[in-house]
């Protein structure tokens, strides 16, 4: 089992920046793939980014490409999820979800472990 938590969402003018937290706790130690996504009022829940357990890969939505930067650190059980230049279509909850494999999946199907949520408002 892997319990995951997110953290740092909030309200932000347009062209403003946040960094989002995923701390990750429990059988970590045999590695996953973190995935974050988002889901705004009325619409479906969409893949954002998602890092493999090395770090080496990363993937995005083309909608983000350039603005957002998924990293992590795997001594803290951590991923980051930088978010800048923000735009009110970001505006979602925006959950990270962790996988026990090592293929970077952009499908919310296939990802175990989901937390709760924050989320992130970006006003015009």
């Known amino acids: 089992q892997v319990q995951v938590v997110e953290s740092g969402g909030g309200l932000v003018q347009a062209g403003g920046s946040l960094r989002l937290s995923c701390v990750a706790s429990?059988?970590?130690?045999?590695?996953?793939?973190v995935g974050w996504f988002r889901q705004a009022p009325g619409k479906e829940r969409e893949f954002v980014s998602a890092i493999s357990w090395s770090g080496r890969r990363t993937y995005y939505r083309d909608s983000v490409k350039g603005r957002f930067t998924v990293s992590r650190d795997n001594a803290k059980n951590t991923v980051y999820l930088q978010m800048n230049s923000l735009k009110p279509e970001d505006t979602a909850v925006y959950y990270c979800?962790?996988?026990?494999?090592?293929?970077?999946?952009?499908?919310?199907?296939?990802?175990?472990?989901w937390g709760q949520g924050t989320q992130v408002a970006v006003s015009s």
């Open positions: 429990g059988r970590t130690s045999s590695g996953y793939v």
């Open positions: 979800a962790a996988d026990m494999s090592v293929v970077i999946h952009t499908t919310s199907a296939e990802y175990d472990y």
